[in-house]
């Protein structure tokens, strides 16, 4: 079963931030994830929430900020003051810092809320320049833009899904993947039954050391989690 650092390695480090990312990328496991919205000037911006004001000094929607006005704001302070300096990155700052290793990138792309056009373009073209294609992972809320990223990007693309009224298994094949990123809840009611028709299931955020083995069990094929650290030692 796969470990993804959920925003890097959150549970420690301030999330979504190049300090998380940093501490992951020293970590032997499979892989990362992160959030991305567009800034108000079309950069690609990691943060997990549409406003800036729960993980920053400031207040507003990123889509309204300018990339400048962004970095302006202190991105670690909220965790602790240990962490103050720390900025909002941009996508290709992060998928620097993995320049050098092997991790797996999920790009949760945010266009499920405001439809940040041209998104999913903008991220393909990034991982292709950055040579990073085979290692990224796209995935939406928003199945229309996963859908969209199964068509112009063929390594891989995930599918984000809690409660749906039909089936699972031939919802995703109808947007062409078969890759399921659940919540913890979902996967815990149906992951074994989505892993026997030939899912592959990732369920998120798991914290729980009960839960992860849990999942093991039934065959889920990774996890995302807080404490990349602590799960993989206690997994291996
Ligand atoms: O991508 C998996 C998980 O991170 C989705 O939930 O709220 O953390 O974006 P959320």
């Given at each position: 079963?796969?470990?993804?650092a959920?925003?890097?390695?959150?549970?420690?480090?301030?999330?979504?931030?190049?300090?998380?990312?940093?501490?992951?990328?020293?970590?032997?496991?499979?892989?990362?994830?992160?959030?991305?919205?567009?800034?108000k000037?079309?950069?690609?911006?990691?943060?997990h929430?549409?406003?800036?004001?729960?993980?920053?000094?400031?207040?507003?929607?990123?889509?309204?900020?300018?990339?400048?006005?962004?970095?302006?704001?202190d991105?670690?302070?909220?965790?602790?003051?240990?962490?103050?300096?720390?900025?909002?990155?941009?996508?290709?700052?992060?998928?620097d810092?993995?320049?050098?290793t092997?991790?797996?990138?999920?790009?949760?792309?945010?266009?499920?809320?405001?439809?940040?056009?041209?998104?999913?373009?903008?991220?393909i073209?990034?991982?292709?320049?950055?040579?990073?294609?085979?290692?990224?992972?796209?995935?939406?809320?928003?199945?229309?833009?996963?859908?969209?990223?199964?068509?112009?990007?063929?390594?891989r693309?995930?599918?984000?899904?809690?409660?749906?009224?039909?089936?699972?298994?031939?919802?995703?094949?109808?947007?062409g993947?078969?890759?399921?990123?659940?919540?913890?809840?979902?996967?815990l009611?149906?992951?074994?039954?989505?892993?026997?028709?030939?899912?592959?299931v990732?369920?998120?955020?798991?914290?729980?050391?009960?839960?992860a083995?849990q999942?093991?069990?039934i065959?889920?094929?990774?996890?995302?989690?807080?404490?990349?650290?602590?799960?993989?030692?206690?997994?291996?």
């Amino acid at each position: 079963m796969k470990i993804f650092a959920h925003r890097g390695s959150s549970g420690t480090h301030p999330e979504n931030t190049l300090a998380a990312f940093q501490k992951a990328a020293e970590l032997p496991v499979a892989g990362v994830e992160l959030d991305v919205h567009l800034s108000k000037d079309g950069e690609l911006i990691v943060i997990h929430d549409e406003k800036v004001n729960r993980t920053t000094n400031g207040k507003g929607y990123v889509k309204d900020l300018t990339l400048a006005e962004l970095k302006n704001l202190d991105a670690g302070n909220w965790k602790g003051e240990e962490w103050v300096g720390e900025k909002i990155p941009t996508l290709a700052e992060v998928l620097d810092v993995f320049a050098e290793t092997s991790h797996i990138i999920n790009v949760e792309l945010k266009t499920d809320i405001f439809p940040y056009e041209g998104a999913v373009g903008k991220v393909i073209e990034l991982a292709a320049d950055k040579h990073f294609s085979g290692r990224i992972v796209i995935s939406s809320f928003n199945h229309l833009d996963v859908q969209q990223a199964l068509q112009v990007h063929h390594a891989r693309a995930a599918l984000l899904a809690s409660n749906i009224l039909v089936d699972i298994t031939d919802y995703a094949k109808s947007i062409g993947t078969n890759r399921l990123h659940l919540s913890l809840p979902y996967a815990l009611r149906h992951g074994a039954q989505l892993v026997e028709k030939g899912c592959k299931v990732y369920v998120y955020t798991v914290n729980s050391l009960d839960y992860a083995k849990q999942l093991q069990a039934i065959g889920v094929h990774g996890i995302f989690t807080d404490f990349p650290e602590n799960m993989w030692e206690q997994l291996k």
